[in-house]
C-alpha cells in the first residue's frame, strides 16, 4: 500500500535551517507531483512547494520563494523540502502529499490523494 513517510522536523531559531525528507513508497513514483503542506494552529492547510517528479518542474508558494528549495532523489523515491532563513511564522506541522494523477494543478490539497503523517517545524 502506499506510504508517505517525513521526517526531519524540529525545532530552530529564526534564521536557521532544517531539510525534511519524504520517503514515498506502494505506488509508481515517477510523473506524479509531490507537495509539501503546512498547517498551523487554527489555520488552513496550505501549499508550500510541489515538484512534478517526472520532468523535475519545482513550484512555490509566494511565502517561500528564495528561501525554500524542493528537490528530489529518484533513486530513493524520496523528496526534500530545504527550507533556509526560517522565521517563526513558518512554524506548523509539515505534510507530504502525493498526486498520483497529476493533471497540473498543485496548490490545492484536494489534488492529492496519498498524505504522510507530518513533521512539526517550530521556529523560535
Known amino acids: 500500500h502506499v506510504q508517505l513517510v517525513e521526517s526531519g522536523g524540529g525545532s530552530v531559531q529564526a534564521g536557521g535551517s532544517l531539510r525534511l525528507s519524504c520517503a514515498a513508497s506502494?505506488?509508481?513514483?515517477?510523473?506524479?507531483?509531490m507537495g509539501w503542506f503546512r498547517q498551523a494552529p487554527g489555520k488552513a492547510r496550505e501549499v508550500v512547494a510541489a515538484?512534478?517528479?517526472?520532468?523535475?518542474?519545482?513550484y512555490y508558494a509566494d511565502s517561500v520563494k528564495g528561501r525554500f528549495t524542493i528537490s528530489q532523489d529518484n533513486a530513493k523515491n524520496t523528496v526534500y523540502l530545504q527550507m533556509n532563513s526560517l522565521r517563526p511564522e513558518d512554524t506548523a506541522m509539515y505534510y507530504c502529499?502525493?498526486?498520483?494523477?497529476?493533471?497540473?494543478?498543485?496548490?490545492?490539497?484536494?489534488?492529492?490523494?496519498?498524505w504522510g503523517q507530518g513533521t512539526q517545524v517550530t521556529v523560535s
Open positions: 502529499a502525493a498526486d498520483i494523477d497529476y493533471d497540473g494543478s498543485w496548490e490545492e490539497a484536494l489534488d492529492y490523494n496519498y
Open positions: 506502494g505506488y509508481t513514483y515517477s510523473s506524479n507531483c
Open positions: 515538484i512534478y517528479t517526472g520532468p523535475d518542474i519545482t
